[in-house]
């Protein structure tokens, strides 16, 4: 079975520049998670969405961030414009009805320059 | 908000020892899992406890939910190279809006010496 899918894997751009991460869920889960990794501030939740409605968004650093998710089946995480200090790994994360084990993606490595 | 305190922050072992880690939490939860990263990967689950006491294992994993729910170990026993990666802690408290939000550990990473 499929797990988690994002993409881009890696995505490296100029500060100013709009990113847009995508992410497919587990097909079933209606829960998903997005969080952002980096070396001084661990894992952190960004937002979550269950079946399909933003739950908490105070997660987002600031408003250059949004994300949506339009259907069950595929979410995107957009930053625009983008900064330097926004380079981590952005993981995508789903699990099954209000289930707190979360599955997650490979992740995006997000350099920008 | 929640907090968890993961140690050590990092480890060094001899293949075949061995391994515990653990979290300790500023309040209860109701869940504990235990995560294991890769380098380039994302997290992947070990182990999910759901009540306080529960003492689960998963091959030469070993993890427990504390009593007081404000505390997690994760044994690991004859480790192996293979082992090497970091391993988080994560807690779950209902948030009663319909889903779960996890708070992480800051992970402990593992090394194995062959």
């Given at each position: 079975?499929?797990?988690?899918?994002?993409?881009?894997?890696?995505?490296?751009?100029?500060?100013?520049?709009?990113?847009?991460?995508?992410?497919?869920?587990?097909?079933?889960?209606?829960s998903l998670?997005?969080?952002?990794?980096?070396m001084?501030?661990g894992?952190?939740?960004?937002i979550?969405?269950?079946?399909?409605?933003p739950?908490?968004?105070?997660?987002?650093?600031?408003?250059?961030?949004?994300?949506k998710?339009?259907?069950?089946?595929?979410?995107?995480?957009?930053?625009?414009?983008?900064?330097p200090?926004d380079?981590?790994?952005?993981?995508?994360?789903?699990?099954l009805?209000?289930?707190?084990?979360?599955?997650?993606?490979p992740?995006?490595?997000?350099?920008?320059? | 908000?929640q907090?968890?305190?993961q140690?050590?922050q990092?480890?060094?072992?001899?293949?075949g020892?061995?391994v515990?880690?653990?979290c300790?939490?500023?309040?209860?939860?109701?869940?504990w899992?235990?995560?294991k990263?890769?380098?380039?990967?994302?997290?992947?689950?070990?182990?999910?406890?759901?009540k306080?006491?529960?003492?689960?294992?998963?091959?030469?994993?070993?993890?427990?939910?504390?009593?007081?729910?404000k505390?997690?170990?994760?044994?690991?026993?004859?480790?192996?190279?293979?082992?090497?990666?970091?391993?988080?802690c994560?807690?779950?408290?209902?948030?009663?809006?319909?889903?779960?939000?996890l708070t992480?550990?800051?992970?402990?990473?593992?090394?194995?010496?062959?």
């Amino acid at each position: 079975d499929a797990g988690v899918i994002q993409s881009p894997r890696h995505e490296v751009t100029e500060m100013g520049q709009e990113v847009t991460l995508r992410c497919k869920p587990i097909s079933g889960h209606n829960s998903l998670f997005w969080y952002r990794q980096t070396m001084m501030r661990g894992l952190e939740l960004l937002i979550y969405f269950n079946n399909n409605v933003p739950i908490d968004d105070s997660g987002m650093p600031e408003d250059r961030f949004s994300a949506k998710m339009p259907n069950a089946s595929f979410s995107t995480l957009k930053i625009q414009p983008s900064e330097p200090r926004d380079s981590a790994v952005y993981f995508c994360a789903s699990s099954l009805g209000r289930g707190e084990t979360q599955y997650f993606g490979p992740g995006t490595r997000l350099l920008v320059l | 908000g929640q907090q968890l305190n993961q140690s050590p922050q990092s480890m060094f072992i001899q293949e075949g020892e061995d391994v515990s880690m653990n979290c300790t939490s500023s309040s209860i939860f109701n869940t504990w899992l235990w995560y294991k990263q890769d380098p380039g990967e994302g997290p992947v689950l070990l182990i999910a406890l759901y009540k306080a006491g529960e003492l689960t294992s998963n091959g030469r994993l070993t993890a427990q939910f504390g009593i007081t729910r404000k505390d997690s170990f994760l044994n690991i026993s004859a480790s192996i190279p293979s082992d090497v990666g970091i391993y988080f802690c994560a807690g779950s408290l209902s948030s009663g809006a319909g889903s779960y939000q996890l708070t992480f550990g800051k992970g402990t990473k593992l090394s194995v010496i062959p």
